[in-house]
């Protein structure tokens, strides 16, 4: 059974840079994409972007100039960086999988709270 | 960004309750449409795609409808575990979208 785990800091100093981890075991993270989403404390959903195995991305327009993602096969593992975070990027982050580039999320990972505090 | 809007925004209702949430897209989404439950501090739980195809596991007093613009999720005789928040997402286009949620609350 396939499972996702994010990890990284919980706490952010604003102007810094949010990285984070997602870990896929029980499963292959290559022919797959993996999305990042988020979740400001009581609002609802928004997607960052996602990363094929292969590498290639794809990032929302509202948040294509400070996010970057990476995918390690070898340690099947994929990433998010968001520089120059603010207040407005405090959220539950959540990794997820898609079978295709248009196909919706099957499994997610349970998420990690981002406080961007100085 | 295709805007997905949806309502109620949340209700009451009581175990054995047919209840429908609909979801309407800003525009044409064709089938392109997804539906997840989430609970307090747990991940969304995906629910259907492709508008009425349930997700493996999921019971079938879940289901959904709709097409184009207007989409519906219904579930048939609501359980204490449905309680939870509700929300659409579109994959049509990007950057994909989801609607602002639906909660379910006991009555």
């Known amino acids: 059974q396939v499972q996702l785990q994010e990890s990284g800091p919980g706490l952010v100093k604003p102007s810094e840079t949010l990285s984070l981890t997602c870990t896929v075991s029980?499963?292959?993270?290559?022919?797959?994409?993996w999305s990042w989403i988020r979740q400001p404390p009581g609002k609802g959903l928004e997607w960052i972007g996602y990363?094929?195995?292969?590498?290639?991305?794809n990032y929302n327009p509202s948040l294509t100039s400070r996010v970057t993602m990476s995918v390690d096969t070898s340690k099947n593992q994929f990433s998010l960086k968001l520089t120059s975070v603010t207040a407005a990027d405090t959220a539950v982050y959540h990794c997820?999988?898609?079978?295709?580039?248009?196909?919706?999320?099957?499994?997610w990972g349970q998420g990690t709270m981002v406080t961007v505090s100085s | 960004a295709i805007r997905m809007t949806q309502s109620p925004s949340s209700f009451s209702a009581s175990t054995g309750d047919r209840v429908t949430i609909t979801c309407r897209a800003s525009?044409?989404?064709?089938?392109?449409l997804a539906w997840y439950q989430q609970k307090p501090g747990k991940a969304p739980k995906p629910l259907i795609y492709?508008?009425?195809t349930l997700q493996g596991g999921v019971p079938p007093r879940f289901s959904g409808s709709g097409s184009g613009t207007n989409f519906a999720l219904t579930i048939s005789c609501l359980q204490s575990e449905d309680f939870a928040t509700y929300y659409c997402?579109?994959?049509?286009?990007?950057?994909?979208?989801f609607g602002q949620g639906t909660k379910v609350e006991i009555k």
């Open positions: 997820a999988r898609h079978i295709g580039a248009s196909r919706a999320f099957d499994i």
């Open positions: 029980g499963g292959s993270i290559r022919s797959y994409y």
């Open positions: 990363i094929y195995y292969s590498g290639s991305t």
């Open positions: 525009q044409d989404i064709s089938a392109y």
């Open positions: 492709a508008a009425s």
């Open positions: 997402q579109q994959y049509y286009n990007y950057p994909w979208t």
